[in-house]
């Protein structure tokens, strides 16, 4: 059974920083990348990041442009974790983030549907 588990979100102050944590663990998970979103208070979710490898090999990572320069993904391998690194947080941040995991090509890493597995996700709360 494939299981991500998030860790790490919570209350902060505007220009604040947080660190979310995403382990992946499952004798059958077979997956080129992990990324996050975030779902915002009445909206939809969107795409935040995304770290692509192959093999133990950085291939791509990529930002939403509202988290460019803020945000920083990263993985490490011999963990099967990825990280998110949130700086100079702002309330329009808040939101809860969902780690997500997939074998999928560069050309559709925004796109939620083609992420085959979920985390159960994690609360962001960025007070002004």
């Known amino acids: 059974q494939v299981q991500l588990v998030e860790s790490g979100g919570g209350l902060v102050q505007a220009g604040g920083s947080l660190r979310l944590s995403c382990a992946a663990s499952?004798?059958?998970?077979?997956?080129?990348?992990m990324g996050w979103f975030r779902q915002p208070p009445g909206k939809e979710r969107e795409f935040v990041a995304v770290?692509?490898?192959?093999?133990?090999?950085?291939?791509?990572?990529d930002y939403a442009d509202s988290v460019k320069g803020r945000f920083t993904i990263s993985r490490d391998y011999a963990k099967n974790t990825v990280y998110l690194q949130m700086n100079s947080l702002k309330p329009e941040d808040t939101a809860a983030y969902y780690c997500a995991a997939g074998d999928l090509t560069r050309a559709r890493r925004l796109e939620a549907r083609v992420y085959d597995y979920w985390g159960q996700g994690t609360q962001v709360t960025v007070s002004s």
């Open positions: 770290i692509i490898w192959s093999g133990s090999s950085l291939y791509y990572a």
């Open positions: 499952g004798r059958s998970l077979r997956n080129n990348a």
